[in-house]
Each structure stands twice: as C-alpha cells, then as structure tokens.
C-alpha cells in the first residue's frame, strides 16, 4: 500500500503526514479494523468509497469524503460500533484521528490534496 501526505491546500495544514492508501479489495474491506489507535499524523485513504463503518472498531475516528475534485463533501466524527451515511458525491474517504477535523478547522468546500510519498 502507497503511504500519502494528505493536506488540506484551502487552510494551509496537513492533516497527515503518513497516510496508508487502501485501494484494493482486501485492503478496503479491512481498513482500520484491529488496530487499537490511529495516532496522530497518521491516516487512511479508502478509494473508491461512498460510506465507512466503525463495527469491531476500539476507538473513535474522523471521516472526510472527498469528491473527485478533493472538495470535502462532508466531515464527521464517526465513533466505535456506528455507521457514517452513504455520500453519493464521495469519491474516496480519508479516515483521520479524532480530532484532527477540528483542531484544522476543515469543513465541507475545502480542498484536500494527497501528496504521493516520493513528491515531497
């Protein structure tokens, strides 16, 4: 799997540093799933993907579902044992820690980038 840096280009800030991009079946289907944190700097990017679950989760996450333009579509804090709704507009969903959402205060219209690893 790709490793990302994932910035959100209309508030100048990185929202991960090192994000994993899940895009094949496999990956997809396990996401986040066994993990016991996602620590900060760190975050997956699920493509192609219209909604997420937080079923058999430890810990609570935040979710960003990207257009095919980057444009947030919609932004939640998604916690253990619950399902997000299904974003018709989305794309690929970008999982981040908790909190990460608010602390770079992205909102829906804000442009996120992802940045392959190599072009830093």
């Known amino acids: 799997m790709a490793i990302v840096r994932i910035v959100?280009?209309?508030?100048?800030?990185?929202l991960a540093t090192r994000a994993t991009v899940a895009d094949g079946f496999f990956s997809r289907m396990r996401g986040l799933l066994g993990r016991r944190d996602l620590p900060q700097g760190e975050g997956l990017v699920i493509v192609p993907c219209k909604s997420v679950h937080a079923a058999f989760m430890r810990f609570p996450i935040d979710v960003l579902f990207l257009d095919r333009s980057g444009v947030v579509q919609h932004a939640m804090q998604l916690m253990p044992w619950r399902f997000s709704p299904v974003v018709r507009a989305a794309h690929l969903v970008l999982e981040l820690p908790y909190g990460t959402i608010a602390a770079a205060a992205t909102a829906p219209?804000?442009?996120i980038r992802i940045v392959p690893e190599a072009s830093r």
């Open 8 to 14: 959100n280009e209309t508030k100048s800030t990185d």
């Open 109 to 111: 219209g804000d442009v």
